[in-house]
């Protein structure tokens, strides 16, 4: 089992930048993949990022490429998301997500945090 909780959201204007972390328990963490989903209102959940338990191999969406940087620090048990230039269509809800594995394609994570809330104003 893992318990995910993330920090560093809040209210920035368009440009500006933003670095989200994900303080992760459990015994297997340094061993998960991890990732970002992020939701905005009236949206379905859009994939982010993922990294490997490694950090030798990440992915992202490519509406955040080249902007948007997936760490971790197994060390710390914990994951970031470096976010510059950000745009108001970045406002979301961003889950911390754990465990991923690709099923059909797509990354499917059993393990998720509680979210933080990223708004961009324009």
């Known amino acids: 089992q893992v318990q995910l909780v993330e920090s560093g959201g809040g209210l920035v204007q368009a440009g500006d930048s933003l670095r989200l972390s994900c303080a992760g328990s459990?015994?297997?963490?340094?061993?998960?993949?991890m990732g970002w989903i992020r939701q905005a209102p009236g949206k379905e959940r859009e994939f982010v990022a993922a990294?490997?338990?490694?950090?030798?191999?990440?992915s992202y969406a490519e509406s955040v490429k080249g902007r948007f940087t997936i760490s971790r620090d197994n060390a710390k048990n914990t994951v970031y998301l470096q976010m510059i230039s950000l745009k108001p269509e970045d406002t979301a809800v961003y889950y911390c997500?754990?465990?991923?594995?690709?099923?059909?394609?797509?990354?499917?994570?059993?393990?998720w945090g509680q979210g933080t809330q990223v708004t961009v104003s324009s």
């Open positions: 459990g015994r297997f963490f340094s061993s998960y993949t």
């Open positions: 990294i490997s338990w490694s950090g030798g191999s990440t």
């Open positions: 997500v754990g465990d991923g594995k690709v099923v059909g394609g797509q990354y499917e994570f059993p393990y």
